[in-house]
């Protein structure tokens, strides 16, 4: 059993009496969302209630997943904790890094054979800390954690953007970075800004065509990408309550598309149902026990707009199936307006191939209904006209279908059953194309359509939509197809329509696997090793950074001032760099190769002081560590916005620099600067950044006296002999500047445990 059954009844036992109490501390009824985070928060219920939006809180979530890219840096950086275990139930799984090419059995051999480095130290470090490992093919981690994880009232945190999808069995769970789920693996608090809450009221029942994931579409266009930032959306109504757990972890999944903090859905007999389908119908016996507590107040229900900082109501019973697309997920098209705007807007009609599954959309519910229009094809006699493909995401979830005769159904219209995996969701998909060139377009039932995702192809036309449709427009191998009113020609000649889909909730015989592909690790870990090869271009053991001198920082170099926008991508790239993500050095030769130089308007180009030449900033940088001197980086607004990928502050700390020092900071990058014991500072008159001059020598002074809500003193030494100071702000509280003290946050775990 992988599930910790224990841990949950811990979490109901105190559930009520934390939710009461937060009800008299807020003083008014609660929404689920706000049950869950009291029940959560790490050091209990406060005095007075939390301002959402504003304040930041800390909690102490139940459970940690990491998938394979993420996880690398991740337990890395725990091994570097110095603790025996995780704290909390922790899974790693490998889904991110096996390439779609022919099908599953040699995609997946492939996979283990170029990445079986990888997986070894994923599995040995798992083994050793006692996480949970889910080996390449046992499935995609959402789909993962949905059926052997989730719980409802639950808080979890996942190092990928789509962990809300456990939203869909009632949990809060939210995707970070691995520096934050490596802080609560090793036992520390988990700190997040109370997020405002939008709900969305479901009415109606869903009919035909129309799908769980016709609803997020729907609400992606509604609230674009930008409308759920700092949100937690709370689906509710009669027709939430209808919707399957599978559908509901779908809405709750693409809410990441509306940069949501995550969704949720609150707990009913259908997420019951899915619980006992999944053999955890002790999990469904013990949330029965504490079910009003894992629901909103009646009078939230009532009365949502009092309660909910925004509200949308959607009528299932009238919602069209959508199509999203192309480039944003939020461009979102009613099916009956589809044809007309690919017309006007000259998108390629064709449809080259359609793909299904993912962790959005495989669930048994989904390939029933899938399956049920292949069916057609091969009834009515109909010619698959686009390439198709089927990406199961689980192996308890291929095992059943394929027991049930779904994937031969599949294979029958000519479908390749691709891994258990991320695949061309994740661009892990080494298309077959004529011309690399040529405009065309896909439809998927995945979640992001961005530009190049999944096949690397700039003039890939890429679509989202329910696999239902997606199925139906891959028989068709048109685009503006309709299948709710356009007939299609069979081999016969004859004229057909295809009929609704059919979809069956949870598998009649019970869901079934012969070797779910789980690990589960040794009860005593300390005689495991880890083996990390010296020599590996992939992975590298880290090193703890060192603590600080003691005195100010003087002479440090400018290495480089940014200009305009310097998102984590500029200061650390992905695409191809995503192989070294567990290879610090490696990785490290991105560092900041995307950041415009204000000096000279150009990227990764900056001037080496020691020699007045011009170099990369990578190399330029390793010029002045080895000359064993400090330096600076220097930047616009909003620093280190985008992901929160830790690989970001930990470059520049791994190769010398000493400070950052901005106009103001993207908040997840500056606490990941100041977890890795750097100086994340800002300009208290941001005019002061012009006065930085490319040659400059920079001391910080202060450090000695360095407190919470105090300043310190840059003094800036121009080539020309003059120097000039001006006064930096930070936001360092008591424990961050131990942090700073001790090098890293890591290190200061490390020095508390040997004490
Ligand atoms: Fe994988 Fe795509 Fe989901 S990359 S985790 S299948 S969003």
Redesign the pocket.
């Known amino acids: 059993m992988a599930f910790d059954f224990d841990m949950i009844q811990r979490v109901y036992d105190g559930f009520g009496e934390r939710v009461e109490a937060a009800r008299q501390v807020v003083g008014r009824p609660l929404t689920l969302s706000e049950k869950i985070l009291y029940a959560h928060l790490s050091a209990g219920i406060p005095q007075k209630a939390y301002n959402r939006g504003k304040d930041y809180v800390d909690f102490a979530p139940d459970r940690v997943a990491m ?1 394979d890219a993420t996880a690398q840096m991740a337990l890395l950086q725990f091994m570097q904790a110095g603790r025996p275990q995780v704290a909390v139930p922790s899974t790693v799984h490998c ?2 890094l096996i390439q779609a090419e022919v099908g599953a059995a040699k995609d997946l051999e492939n996979a283990n054979n170029k990445n079986r480095e990888v997986y070894d130290f994923l599995a040995s470090i798992s083994n050793k800390y006692g996480i949970g490992f889910w080996k390449p093919g046992a499935g ?3 789909q993962v954690v949905l059926e052997n994880y989730a719980f409802p009232g639950g808080l979890m945190i996942g190092t ?1 953007s ?1 962990t809300p999808n456990a939203g869909g069995l009632g949990m809060i769970a939210i995707g970070v970075g691995g520096a934050d789920a490596c802080d609560v693996m090793a036992g520390l608090p988990w700190e997040l800004k109370m997020p405002k809450l939008i709900g969305v009221k479901l009415t109606g029942k869903l009919s035909g065509w129309a799908s769980a994931k016709d609803v997020i579409l729907r609400v992606a266009g509604i609230l674009t990408v930008k409308g759920g930032t700092g949100c937690i959306v709370e689906y509710f109504g009669e027709g939430a309550d209808s919707l399957s757990a599978t559908g509901k972890a779908t809405i709750c999944n693409m809410g990441a598309e509306i940069g949501a903090t995550t969704s949720i859905f609150a707990y009913d007999d259908k997420m019951a149902d899915y619980l006992r389908s999944t053999e955890r119908a002790d999990i469904a016996e013990a949330a029965n026990a504490v079910r009003q507590y894992l629901r909103s107040d009646d009078e939230v229900y009532a009365d949502p707009t009092t309660y909910y900082d925004q509200v949308i109501e959607i009528n299932l019973s009238d919602l069209e199936p959508h199509i999203n697309g192309p480039y944003t997920p939020d461009l979102a098209w009613p099916l009956s307006k589809f044809a007309q705007a690919v017309k006007e807007n000259g998108w390629p009609e064709k449809l080259d191939v359609g793909l299904i599954g ?3 959309n495989s669930s048994y519910e989904d390939l029933t209904r899938a399956a049920s229009v292949a069916q057609q094809a091969i009834t009515k006699n109909l010619k698959t006209h686009s390439e198709y493909t089927v990406t199961p995401g689980s192996e308890l979830v291929r095992y059943t279908t394929e027991r049930d005769g779904l994937l031969d159904t599949f294979e029958q219209i000519g479908g390749v059953v691709l891994a258990n995996a ?1 695949g061309p ?2 661009g892990q998909w080494a298309r077959h194309i004529d011309d690399p060139n040529r405009k065309n377009s896909i439809i998927t039932s ?3 359509n961005f530009a190049k995702r999944n096949d690397g192809l700039a003039n890939t036309h890429s679509f989202v939509a329910s696999p239902e449709l997606v199925t139906a427009m891959a028989i068709a191998g048109s685009l503006t197809f309709n299948p709710m009113t356009d007939k299609l020609t069979n081999e016969a000649g004859e004229e057909v329509m295809l009929d609704e889909p059919q979809g069956i909730e949870l598998p009649v015989s019970g869901f079934a696997v012969e070797d779910a592909g789980y690990q589960a690790p040794a009860e005593d870990g300390s005689g495991v090793q880890v083996v990390v090869s010296p020599t590996s271009d992939r992975l590298q053991l880290l090193e703890s950074f060192k603590a600080w001198e003691g005195t100010d920082l003087n002479g440090l170099k400018v290495l480089i001032k940014a200009k305009g926008k310097c998102t984590t991508d500029h200061i650390s790239m992905a695409g191809p760099w995503l192989k070294y993500r567990g290879h610090l050095d490696n990785i490290s030769n991105n560092m900041l190769i995307g950041a415009v130089n204000y000096f000279n308007e150009k990227t990764n180009t900056v001037k080496n002081q020691l020699t007045g030449e011009y170099g990369e900033v990578p190399a330029v940088q390793r010029a002045y560590k080895a000359a064993g001197i400090g330096s600076i980086v220097v930047g616009d607004e909003n620093y280190g916005e985008g992901s929160s990928r830790e690989h970001a502050a930990m470059e520049p700390r791994f190769l010398g620099v000493r400070a950052i020092l901005v106009k103001s900071f993207a908040r997840i990058h500056e606490t990941n600067l100041k977890k890795q014991g750097m100086l994340a500072l800002t300009f208290a008159d941001p005019d002061d950044y012009e006065d930085i001059r490319e040659d400059d020598t920079i001391d910080i002074l202060g450090l000695t006296n360095f407190t919470p809500n105090g300043q310190l003193t840059i003094r800036l030494n121009h080539a020309d002999g003059t120097t000039q100071e001006f006064q930096v702000n930070h936001t360092y509280n008591e424990t961050q500047i131990e942090w700073f003290k001790a090098g890293s946050a890591l290190n200061l775990i490390k020095q508390k445990q040997n004490v």
């Open positions: 998938q889904d991110h995609i981690i959402h990928d789509h993912s962790c959005t991320c969701c994740i995945f979640n992001r």
